[in-house]
């Protein structure tokens, strides 16, 4: 049963434009979740987090909100720009048993248009 | 600084025959992480490692055997490849919650 839900597995987005990329999790233990990105024939790489205290993080032009009541997560990136052109996981962590493990979604690539 | 190195980048095995996989990092991380990439499925914890001489089963730990008998290194272990084991295979590494990872290990098994 999947934990970390990503329902859309690709968006189109304009350049300039927001791009929202959601993320859905079901296990309520869960008190970390980050997003990272990926290029193809590279590894992830992390973008931001958030604690389960916060609603909002910002960095830059990525900003990650969390309703916890929801159990839902989205990252907006404003502007898009060409070069945010990749696969975005979401990730949800429950520390369990100290190990700080990750549960992923399975992607979304997003493709932002020139 | 390297970060997260993976040896071998390609691999071509066939069925039956074993391989290990070596993951280095240089970041002096405790926590260390091997996971599967495959189309469609997002990433799967195979097995992990909260320290030195540790090690405990992920999501999908079966056909994989791993050690860590020094800090810096995370070996995963097939004994017999199976074709099912075709995959990308990531390694990782952390203090915390942010999880550094490597460019990864591509393997066929035919």
């Known amino acids: 049963d999947q934990q970390v839900k990503q329902n859309s597995p690709s968006l189109s987005v304009q350049e300039g434009r927001i791009s929202i990329l959601n993320c859905d999790y079901t296990?309520?233990?869960?008190?970390?979740f980050l997003w990272y990105k990926k290029y193809p024939a590279e590894g992830p790489t992390f973008l931001i987090s958030?604690?389960?205290?916060?609603d909002k993080n910002e960095d830059g032009r990525f900003t990650v909100f969390l309703n916890k009541s929801a159990k839902h997560l989205s990252l907006h990136i404003v502007p898009s720009q060409p070069g945010d052109s990749a696969v975005y996981f979401c990730?949800?962590?429950?520390?369990?048993?100290?190990?700080?493990?990750?549960?992923f979604g399975k992607g979304t690539k997003l493709s932002v248009i020139p | 600084n390297a970060g997260v190195t993976q040896t071998p980048k390609f691999r071509v095995l066939k069925t039956g025959q074993s391989m290990t996989l070596l993951c280095a990092q240089d970041?002096?991380?405790?926590?260390m992480y091997w996971y599967r990439q495959d189309p469609g499925m997002g990433l799967r914890l195979i097995h992990y490692?909260?320290?030195?001489?540790?090690?405990a089963k992920g999501e999908v730990p079966d056909g994989y055997n791993v050690s860590r008998l020094k800090k810096q290194n995370f070996l995963l272990g097939l004994e017999s490849a199976a074709p099912s084991q075709t995959s990308v295979y990531f390694c990782?590494?952390?203090?915390?919650?942010?999880?550094?990872f490597g460019p990864g290990t591509r393997l066929t098994v035919l």
């Open positions: 990730a949800a962590s429950a520390n369990e048993a100290g190990s700080y493990q990750l549960t």
């Open positions: 296990n309520s233990m869960f008190d970390y």
């Open positions: 990782a590494s952390s203090y915390f919650y942010e999880q550094f």
């Open positions: 970041m002096n991380h405790e926590y």
């Open positions: 958030i604690s389960s205290i916060k």
């Open positions: 490692s909260v320290g030195e001489g540790t090690t």
